[in-house]
């Protein structure tokens, strides 16, 4: 049986598609996985091109590797996810003991691409975008845990004037309602019991139906609310631009959904947005937050910043941490503003010198943390309900949950419980998790 190495670089979506390509090696019957690229046979770089200078971190890591091909002619090196179908043939030129290209769309392909280089000898290339099919010929998935993550469209069609996602990933296209059902029915069946779904703006979800009817992503929820054994459902990454009245309803009615939204905002300047493109003003964002926390009061709100955007201003910046004292974010992301090829605002003048943007974020994420922390602390000595998702990875026979708000909790407890909902209690506080102890059931 051959061996399979991937490094995944980038968002959830590039993690569900590392995922899926396992399936699809696996369903061609020749794969198992490694951690080691110097065990494998097939080596893949799934990459992702949103940060500054990914092309070059791809060429770098591929570097790293090219040794073994000499010490096995027969290693498959293939570069896919989204430098793939910004670079495509410029990576074959670069470095022609890459034998497979292949974009976010044409993944499903793979087996057929590394027949094909088997059978000439030559680099195979396929980036294309053909919209759906993608979905229609990927197996069904084969979870390895209790969460996985289900991608119900791709692509994106916002064009913010920072993002390459519409150019690498395509337009905006939807999976047909039925297979999204189909394939949650099949998660379950294999011990599934919590769902995140997938998109760049995954709330623009529109699935037709078998009637040729729309389905939008309220009433994709609320459907898959209805199908046994799915106990948790997430989502990510939310558009504001889509976060409707529907949609906030569903958060009153649907109880498996969490108390968590991530729903990025990017800044806290009207002027900024209207450059980024981003189509809402902050006090249009705040008021969603403002509705979501009456019918969820104790919803965790993440986001996503950028700092030094083009032409941002010390007052621009300013706004930016007078939104973040308003919501106090629970948990975000936060970058520096890197010109993207291709985009927009690569082009803008005003650009932030480095130090400014390094000064920004520290102050940032500074703020970030401050409000981060204060919500870890409201949460000690509180009892909460976790689905044990495996063991620690510092051992010593404890395993982790997570929380509805998403948060990382550590306790002891048996492998056994792998897979079910625990209540626990609060006990410390971490930097980046928590500990607790578990409540165990009909204690006298």
Do not use: W
């Amino acid at each position: 049986m051959k061996k399979v190495f991937i490094r995944t670089f980038g968002c959830q979506m590039n993690v569900y598609d590392s995922d899926r390509i396992i399936d699809v090696l696996k369903d061609d019957n020749f794969v198992e996985t490694t951690s080691r690229p110097d065990d494998a046979d097939i080596i893949i770089f799934n990459t992702c091109s949103v940060r500054e200078k990914a092309q070059e971190k791809v060429f770098s890591d591929l570097g790293r590797v090219r040794h073994l091909k000499s010490l096995n002619p027969e290693l498959i090196i293939g570069v896919g996810g989204c430098v793939a179908s910004q670079e495509g043939p410029e990576i074959i030129r670069r470095a022609p003991y890459v034998d497979v290209v292949f974009g976010p769309q044409t993944l499903h392909r793979l087996p057929k691409l590394i027949y094909q280089n088997r059978l000439t000898g030559k680099s195979q290339i396929d980036i294309s975008f053909p919209e759906i099919e993608k979905f229609d010929k990927l197996p069904m998935p084969t979870p390895e845990k209790c969460t996985a993550f289900v991608s119900v469209m791709e692509g994106c069609s916002k064009y913010c004037s920072f993002c390459v996602v519409p150019y690498t990933r395509g337009e905006e296209i939807s999976r047909p309602f039925e297979e999204v059902l189909i394939e949650l029915a099949g998660l379950s069946k294999q011990g599934v019991k919590e769902v995140t779904f997938l998109g760049q703006n995954v709330n623009a979800y529109n699935g037709l139906d078998q009637n040729k009817k729309l389905i939008n992503f309220p009433r994709l929820l609320d459907f898959s609310a209805s199908i046994p054994g799915i106990d948790r459902i997430r989502f990510t990454t939310s558009h504001p631009k889509e976060f409707g009245p529907e949609l906030i309803t569903a958060f009153e009615k649907i109880d498996k959904l969490v108390d968590h939204v991530h729903l990025p905002v990017q800044s806290g300047s009207d002027q900024i947005l209207r450059l980024m493109k981003r189509g809402y003003s902050c006090d249009e964002y705040e008021l969603i937050i403002k509705k979501l926390r009456k019918v969820r009061p104790n919803i965790s709100i993440g986001s996503d910043f950028i700092v030094g955007f083009p032409g941002e201003t010390d007052h621009d910046f300013q706004c930016t941490l007078a939104l973040i004292e308003k919501v106090k974010f629970d948990t975000s992301f936060s970058f520096m503003y890197s010109p993207r090829p291709g985009t927009p605002a690569s082009d803008l003048p005003n650009q932030i010198p480095v130090e400014v943007k390094k000064s920004r974020l520290q102050a940032l994420q500074n703020a970030l943390n401050r409000y981060r922390n204060e919500k870890s602390m409201a949460m000690l000595n509180t009892v909460e309900e976790v689905l044990v998702e495996g063991s620690s990875v510092k051992g010593n026979g404890e395993i982790f949950g997570r929380t509805s708000n998403n948060r990382v909790v550590n306790f002891s407890g048996p492998s056994s419980l792998i897979g079910t909902m625990e209540k626990v209690r609060i006990t410390k506080i971490l930097s980046n998790s928590l500990r607790a102890t578990r409540l165990v059931k009909n204690a006298a």
